[in-house]
């Protein structure tokens, strides 16, 4: 089979399916429901993480991103269920210390330390960024121990969700700390350097 020439209508065709995302891939979705809840967006996100768990209902990264958003905008009982499918199967760091971060949230704070203490189990079969501890005391309403592991994630270059940290929402109750406000401007010098 030949490749279309271009300039022809095959080839205008060709192009504009190859800038379609395929309809069985969730990541596109998925990441565009992070940066609409990121944006506090909360019905467009609902929206697209919903489109995003029907096209792979068994996507993790999906539901516990799709929990975050609801946690943040005040549906924990959908969290807890969002995280609780992103769990299943599925032994990471993340719906761990999501689940225990909502947990504390809800006054049930000897699940939260638990979670803490699967996170340490967990640690010793494979890496578990300090992020998700920073989440979990944050949620125990220990503010500094938060900030300390979110220091600690940046200092060990732990990149994503550090990354993020300027526009995450599960984070806006340290906004108007002068630590938080000085991480943020660190993660973002980094990123500006790594561009040049």
């Given at each position: 089979m030949r490749a279309p020439t271009t300039g022809s209508a095959e080839h205008s065709s060709h192009r504009e399916s190859s800038l379609k995302p395929s309809p069985k891939v969730s990541w596109?979705?998925?990441?565009?429901?992070?940066?609409?809840?990121?944006?506090?967006?909360?019905?467009?996100?609902?929206?697209?993480?919903e489109r995003a768990l029907a096209i792979d209902p068994a996507f993790s990264y999906a539901h516990w991103h799709y929990g975050e958003m609801l946690q943040v905008s005040g549906d924990l009982k959908g969290a807890a269920a969002e995280y609780a499918k992103a769990s299943t199967g599925n032994n990471t760091p993340e719906?761990?210390?999501?689940?225990?971060?909502?947990?504390?949230?809800?006054?049930?704070?000897e699940e939260a330390r638990q979670a803490l203490t699967a996170l340490d189990e967990l640690e010793k079969h494979r890496y578990v960024d300090f992020f998700w501890?920073?989440?979990?005391?944050?949620?125990?309403?220990?503010?500094?121990?938060?900030?300390?592991?979110?220091?600690?994630?940046?200092?060990?270059?732990?990149?994503?969700?550090?990354?993020?940290?300027?526009?995450?929402?599960?984070?806006?109750?340290?906004?108007?700390?002068?630590?938080?406000?000085?991480?943020?401007?660190?993660?973002?010098?980094?990123?500006?350097?790594?561009?040049?």
């Open positions: 596109e979705p998925n990441l565009i429901g992070r940066i609409y809840g990121s944006a506090r967006r909360f019905p467009e996100a609902k929206a697209v993480f719906p761990i210390a999501l689940s225990g971060q909502l947990a504390a949230i809800m006054g049930r704070s501890r920073a989440l979990l005391y944050l949620g125990l309403g220990d503010k500094d121990r938060a900030l300390h592991f979110l220091e600690q994630s940046y200092a060990n270059n732990e990149g994503y969700e550090i990354g993020l940290i300027k526009v995450d929402p599960m984070l806006d109750s340290l906004r108007a700390e002068p630590r938080f406000q000085a991480l943020v401007k660190k993660v973002r010098g980094r990123r500006e350097e790594a561009k040049l």
